[in-house]
């Protein structure tokens, strides 16, 4: 490895850029500065050492980016370029967002992202106003997921405004599919399923934050199912008006996987006297996983609370899989919000009622709300939610399929976790007790009590009758 020769001590070319990039507070004159090649509690300037590498633009005794400038020195050129040359009334719309970009933790990850993604090509085209501001513009970005992480942070600063993701997906894939279908009665009531029933329904869901980051996929599904069956029946010179069951069952024999997801539009049809009454045969029931044995169950538990090696957002989710039968997705819904904290202890809002989480859990959960690890580096902060488990995207969470993998590495598979959860509350607690505190239904929480074979309503029962009986 080259050396490179300092006045008294050689230093390799890799220590010397880790030193160039490190900061102490000098423990002979105090202020804050790059340590010393030979003396490492002292700044270069106490060790009479040559301060190498200072910003020609700020005086920072930092690692220099480019023209002898320090990383955010090089930044701020760039940005104040793109404001100059763009149009003032998008620059100025950009403000927060550009502002935001400028003034981030991370410059050196900021520039890379500037050299390398295309998503800082539809920010000079916003920039310069050759793309309008707006949502309907990036969505005809086809850029991939670089335009969505850009339109987080664009919402996140106030330069968009917000709105229903998930209906918004749905909108673009009636946009697209609509459109395959020849003008007519049938094209116009497959748009009305899509708008008064899919759409109104799903925004709904979203208001309440009820849905997550892959609700549209049903509603997706049910509206290609009901094109795909239009079209069929185009093709065999019938309408939907006039399809008939033989023909239904007909399209589904010929190898159509829509079986379960045409149904929801032939019961919208037929309520709304658009066709004859047609029905496909029910979807098979998927037996219920095989539980965890409450052994391993258990096991699983105390290794994610004091296993330290551990990710902090594996260990605080995989135990609300193992003790509270927590979905993923949910999970990954959570926000700060959700949270309490009162004399010591953290409570958690998973249904109407918070629960009080015990130790070590409580401040396993507290402390991910304060650190929350793998946020974006780039035009961080704003107003997104302050999701617990923040994804890499500013204003989102870690994506559910990424999650699910990370918690089967530690063998938790979350089905049957959740299934050895369900079963150990509803033997342990009423139905309307577990309902109310993890954010279930009734029924659900029923169902699990039955197949747990809990006796909480003879037991209740019982008791109601013995305190009549008991003298006053």
Known sequence: MRLRLGDEDAECELCSRRRMATRIDCAFCGRSGRPSARDPDRCERCAGERVRQVCVGCGAEELNHTDQRCARCTLKRILDRLAASGDPAAVGRLAPYLDALASGPQPWTTLKWIGRSRGYETVVELAAGTRTISHRALDEVDRGMTTSFLRAALVSHGVLERRGEQTARLDRAARAALPQLPPGEDRTQIRAFATWQLQHDLARRERRGQTTRKSANSSVSYLRAAVKLAQWAHAHDLTLERLRQEDLDCWLAEGSAATVMIRPFLKWAHRGGLIAPLTTTPPTVKEHTAPL????????????????????????????????????????????????????????????????????????????????????????????????????????????????????????????????????????????????????????????????????????????????????
Request: charged share 20%.
């Open 293 to 472: 044995d409450d052994d391993t169950r258990l096991a699983y538990v105390r290794r994610l609370l004091t296993d330290h090696d551990l990710d902090l957002r594996d260990r605080v989710a995989g135990c609300l899989v193992l003790l509270y039968a927590q979905p993923v997705s949910r999970i990954l819904m959570l926000t700060t919000e959700h949270l309490t904290t009162n004399r010591g202890r953290t409570a958690i809002r998973l249904g109407n009622t918070p629960l009080e989480l015990p130790e070590p859990l409580g401040a396993l959960i507290a402390t991910l709300a304060r650190e929350r690890p793998g946020r974006a580096s780039t035009a961080t902060g704003g107003t997104a939610p302050q999701w617990l488990f923040q994804g890499m995207r500013v204003g989102t969470p870690l994506d559910e399929t990424h999650f699910r993998r990370r918690l089967k590495r530690l063998a938790i598979q979350p089905l049957s976790a959740r299934t050895a959860a369900q079963t150990n509350l509803a033997a342990l607690l009423p139905p309307t007790i577990v309902a109310d505190l993890i954010g279930v239904s009734a029924s659900a929480a029923s169902n699990w009590y039955q197949l747990a074979g809990g006796e909480w309503n003879r037991y209740a029962a019982h008791a109601a009758a013995r305190d009549e009986r008991a003298p006053s």
